[in-house]
């Protein structure tokens, strides 16, 4: 019994790991494009500008 509670456990936190990084990857391509999104509408309102 208490080694399928240890199987359990691991595979619980494996599964958290792996969510957590997804999660992280997500919210870098997410930054990565708002970054991007306000340097095009930058460029676009400083030419508009001129």
């Excluded at 957590?20 to 991007?36: E, F, G, Q, S």
């Amino acid at each position: 019994m208490r080694f399928s509670k240890q199987k359990k456990a691991v595979k619980s936190l494996k599964k958290r790991m792996t969510s957590i990084a997804t999660r992280r990857k997500r919210m870098h391509a997410n930054t990565r494009k708002k970054v991007l999104w306000r340097q095009r509408s930058y460029v676009v309102a400083a030419t508009a500008a001129c």
